[in-house]
């Protein structure tokens, strides 16, 4: 059975940095590209960055490029994502994503929420 | 960007009726679309992939066609725990992009 369980979460100050992690089991963590997409409360999907199987490629959305950082350890099966100069608009719950049918969001973890708030 | 808009945000329907749910393209995404089922407090759940490909488990009732800018989700028969929110999303070109959502609610 995959598994993805995020942490790393919680209530930070505006401008403050967290490393968010998805542990992953139940498949093949170094064959498949992986992604992480938020939700504001109340709010739709937002997508946030995606890394290639082996971290040589990653993508970020515009709203976080040069802020947040995506990487993966495929010796632990895990997947990060370290948040800088955070914003209120931040606010979200942070899921990781396998993306096993090409970068389609296949099998998702609960999330960890981030706050961004003094 | 590729932007997706969902139409309607909100369809009020009955169970056992037919809903037809509809993802427009800013620009043509071939049919490299998906469709996504978010119950409340949980992850979403792909439901279609490639735009009428069924992923694992999902239910026949649920099925997705279209391609270009004009895609559809069509929930044959509702049932009671189809009343949800779905949301679209294309991998056509980055960034990836995800529509607003629609929000399925009992009549």
């Known amino acids: 059975e995959v598994q993805l369980l995020e942490s790393g979460g919680g209530l930070v100050q505006p401008g403050g940095s967290l490393r968010l992690s998805c542990a992953t089991s139940?498949?093949?963590?170094?064959?498949?590209?992986m992604s992480w997409v938020r939700q504001a409360p109340g709010k739709g999907l937002e997508w946030v960055s995606s890394i290639s199987i082996s971290g040589a490629n990653t993508y970020y959305a515009d709203s976080v490029k040069g802020r947040f950082t995506v990487s993966r350890d495929n010796s632990k099966n895990t997947l990060y994502l370290q948040v800088n100069s955070l914003r209120a608009e931040d606010t979200a719950v942070y899921y990781c994503?396998?993306?096993?049918?090409?970068?389609?969001?296949?099998?998702w973890g609960q999330g960890t929420l981030v706050t961004v708030s003094s | 960007e590729i932007v997706l808009t969902q139409s309607p945000a909100t369809l009020s329907l009955s169970p056992g009726e037919r809903a037809t749910l509809s993802c427009r393209a800013s620009q043509s995404v071939s049919t490299y679309l998906a469709w996504y089922q978010q119950k409340p407090g949980q992850a979403p759940r792909l439901l279609i992939y490639d735009a009428s490909n069924r992923a694992t488990g999902i239910p026949a009732r649920f099925s997705g066609s279209g391609s270009g800018t004009d895609f559809t989700l069509t929930i044959s028969s509702l049932e009671p725990e189809d009343f949800v929110v779905y949301y679209c999303?294309?991998?056509?070109?980055?960034?990836?992009?995800f529509g607003g959502g629609t929000k399925v609610e009992i009549k």
């Open positions: 999303q294309q991998r056509s070109n980055w960034p990836l992009t």
């Open positions: 994503a396998t993306d096993r049918s090409g970068w389609y969001k296949d099998s």
């Open positions: 139940g498949f093949t963590f170094s064959v498949y590209a």
